[in-house]
């Protein structure tokens, strides 16, 4: 086959139509609609799971300072009893309210405020 007929057969092949580019971005608009209001929520929840586990390692900490033998099986009055041994920093102010109850032998009631509120 001489170079002739090549280019004879490959003349009736040519790129794409202009339809078919537009239809090609057209989907691809779409999907990259999708894909950004499938992200926006993604931040919500991970929020709202930060706040979870927050309130899980406070709760732990409550039940480890009264597992402690020298806790004497009462939980703690105050943060300044679970920092530096149980917990690294006092939690943030601005997301939690700890009520201490008055007698030891009760847990502390832990209430969200701010992004945590209802956790």
Known sequence: MNMIEKRRRMRGQGGF?????????????????????????INDNSK???????????????QAYRANSASNGQYPTG???????????APDTAKWTTSFAAAPAAAPTLTGVGQCAGI
């Open 79 to 89: 943060y300044n009893q679970l920092v530096p041994g149980f917990l690294e920093s």
């Open 17 to 41: 139509t202009l339809i078919e580019l537009l239809v090609v971005i057209a989907i691809l608009g779409v999907l990259a609609g999708v894909v950004v209001f499938a992200i926006g929520g």
């Open 48 to 62: 709202e799971s930060a706040c979870k586990i927050e309130k899980r390692t406070l709760q732990t900490a409550f």
